[in-house]
């Protein structure tokens, strides 16, 4: 079984200060993982994604997210957080070989941006 | 860029009436997946379809089916509907088993 960890619920940061939001993974074989983003009633929206290749991903709106095999671990990060990236964010997982079957999501984190 | 489009945004029923849910993939997505999402609660997986065959299935209760159309647009069925199915519902499509992009959802009321 595969399963994702999201240990804040909330992430409190100053606009303009860097942004870490954490996830760690559970999963047979090699995994492949995402970030999504949820703003109120809306869908999520990909951000990046981890396949294979460089353990930095860099992703949509300055976004990036470090895997590290070691630590099960792949962290989503923002040099300098806006305003306007206030939202709930969800990582997510799938095993290796399953390509068409389902993510299995951690339970997000909401991430305040202060002004 | 084309995106994954839902019908409809809201829904509001009563209990144990049944209500359909439309999901119309990105063009030229293979495989289409549906989650139900609790009020603050992850995403949770129903169903999927590849190429119009069931490929995946989670927690979708007996009373839920779901099927997928030859233009490979899909829907959701749900039956004898709880309080308990109140949800945002997001369909999600990908191509070749790759990143799944989800549509904006529809969001399910049962009094």
């Known amino acids: 079984a595969q399963s994702v960890a999201q240990p804040e619920d909330q992430v409190n940061v100053a606009e303009g200060n860097p942004l870490t939001v954490k996830c760690t993974y559970s999963?047979?074989?090699?995994?492949?993982l995402f970030w999504y983003v949820q703003y109120p009633n809306r869908g999520l929206q990909f951000l990046l994604k981890?396949?294979?290749?460089?353990?930095l991903v860099k992703g949509s709106y300055g976004f990036e997210a470090e895997f590290n095999k070691s630590q099960t671990s792949f962290h989503l990060k923002k040099p300098s957080a806006l305003v306007s990236d206030s939202a709930l964010y969800f990582c997510?997982?799938?095993?290796?070989?399953?390509?068409?079957?389902?993510?299995?999501f951690g339970s997000g984190t909401r991430l305040q941006v202060q002004p | 860029a084309a995106g994954v489009i839902q019908s409809p945004r809201h829904l509001i029923k009563e209990k144990r009436e049944t209500a359909t849910l439309k999901c119309y993939p990105i063009?030229?997505?293979?495989?289409v997946y549906w989650y139900q999402q609790g009020p603050g609660q992850d995403p949770q997986f129903l169903i999927s379809?590849?190429?119009?065959?069931?490929?995946d299935k989670g927690s979708i209760p007996d009373r839920f089916s779901a099927q997928q159309f030859s233009d490979y647009h899909s829907e959701l069925n749900m039956s004898s509907l709880e309080l308990g199915d109140s949800a945002l519902y997001f369909c999600?499509?990908?191509?070749?088993?790759?990143?799944?992009?989800f549509g904006p959802g529809t969001r399910l009321t049962v009094l």
């Open positions: 999600a499509s990908s191509r070749f088993g790759d990143t799944q992009y």
């Open positions: 999963v047979s074989g090699n995994p492949y």
């Open positions: 981890y396949i294979t290749g460089d353990n």
């Open positions: 997510a997982v799938r095993g290796e070989g399953t390509g068409r079957r389902a993510l299995t």
């Open positions: 063009p030229r997505h293979d495989t």
């Open positions: 379809f590849y190429e119009k065959m069931q490929s």
